[in-house]
């Protein structure tokens, strides 16, 4: 039975050799092609680039070979790159696409195919459900040429994507500022594409910039994968500490998430992140647009929409529905609840370096700590808590779900159950404007019950009870 290839939450994934193999990745970029050309784009450039996983590098001259045996054109990355600066790259070269071989924050085990559209963003589900319709049962059926030849023809092109991204970040951020701020920067590159990164950006000045996790290793040591959460980033926050440094930021795996720690080694969650990121964008820099947020993430920002008078827009999870919301709304910022944000007059794309370089700037401007910066924060919209449960599941996934719709639980964890939404999994809103989310992973076979609310002391009662709901308790 020929494998069935499916786009989840961000692109493809799966496990090296068994499912993900090369076979695979040439009927998914086979798949791709044919959708570029139904598009009208035949003949046009795409960019393709990878990340620091086993054979990344190798897949993704798999995938380019394909792209050149269907008469298109291919920018090739000279090495592992950043999601975000290959998403720029496109724009840059304008290219009608790319394809991005990365796993993100999966396992070790796990690789993965991400293609993105003419923006440098997420493409709809309607064109990944027919790009799914159009990857052929047999890779027999992928046309191919080799690499070499395709080099040769010119057909494939290696190129370096960071100048013409690091030129735009300089647009968008004061980088000499921080460089003469004389901050100690601690940062955690998770054994992934944001290596060196920062230390680039930030050479020659008074900032010093301390790296872990550095080099490429896709066993990933020291955490369980390379997602900028806990325990993952326990490392990281214990040298801070050691270094005194002012703050830690990390990178997730392809650079395209932005995790925080403070100055005493506490992890700033991804949902107080994002409302400092955007508080920054308001109050800092005096920007005013849309917020587009994903249902899973901080009402936080409901409530600094309302302060500054910015419309809120809420999605699905996944960048594939706050992409395409960005770019109808010219948004000024968007995200998610894994720690990734995206800006206006950049890609919508999410980007953990602009990310870092923007709470650095908040730093500077404020001369504040990121423990006052969060105070900052509270002092506008009060103090919320949030946390997460990820956990296997078995059986029917549907069966699973109307258990969930047939619990109908009139309280969370003491709080009267005001709304259920059913847009993405299934969201409780709450009394106090919290609210808890059982949702199945798009790109993993586990159940995530996700909660925010303003009473710190019910943070894990409502997810007992959320595991409850979902028959895993």
Known sequence: MTYKISFGTDGWRGVIAEDYTFDN?????????????????????????????????????????????????????????????????????????????????NPP????????????????????????????????????????????????????????????????????????????????????????????????????????????????????????IRPNIDVGLKATVANKADVLLITDGDADRCGLGDENGEFINQLRAYALLALYLLEIRGERGDIVKTLSTTTMLNKLGKIYNVPVHETGVGFKYVAPKMIETNAMI????????????????????????YFLDFMVQTGKKPTELLKMLFDKVGEHFYDRVDTPFSGDRKTREQKILDANPKTIGGLKVTELVTVDGFQFKLEDGGWLLIRFSGTEPIMRVYCETTHGDKVKAILDDGLKVAGIK
């Open 25 to 105: 990745v040439r009927r998914a970029t086979q798949g791709f092609a044919s959708y570029l050309i139904e598009k009208g784009f035949g003949g046009k450039w795409v960019v393709v680039g990878h990340d620091k996983r086993f054979a990344s590098e190798n897949f993704a001259a798999a995938v380019a070979e394909v792209l050149a045996g269907n008469g298109l054109n291919v920018y090739l990355t000279d090495g592992a790159t950043p999601t975000p600066v290959i998403a720029y790259a496109v724009v840059d070269k304008k290219a009608c696409g790319a394809v991005n071989i990365t796993a993100s924050h």
């Open 109 to 228: 085990t796990d690789n993965g195919f991400k293609v993105r559209d003419p923006n440098g963003g997420a493409i709809d589900p309607e064109g990944l459900t027919r790009i799914e319709a159009l990857i052929p049962d047999s890779p027999s059926e992928a046309k191919r040429v080799s690499i070499q030849d395709a080099k040769r023809d010119g057909k494939v092109v290696v190129f370096d994507a960071s100048e013409a991204y690091i030129k735009n970040l300089h647009k968008l951020v004061d980088i000499q500022r921080i460089k003469d701020a004389g901050f100690v920067v601690m940062m955690d590159a998770m054994w992934g594409n944001g290596a060196g990164w920062f230390t680039r950006l930030l050479a020659g000045g008074k900032t010093k910039v301390i790296e872990i996790h550095n080099e490429r290793n896709p066993s990933f040591p020291e955490m369980k994968r390379p997602e900028p």
């Open 334 to 357: 968007g995200g998610e609840e894994s720690g990734g944000y995206a800006f206006r007059n950049n890609v919508p794309e999410r980007d953990g370096i602009l990310a870092g370089l």
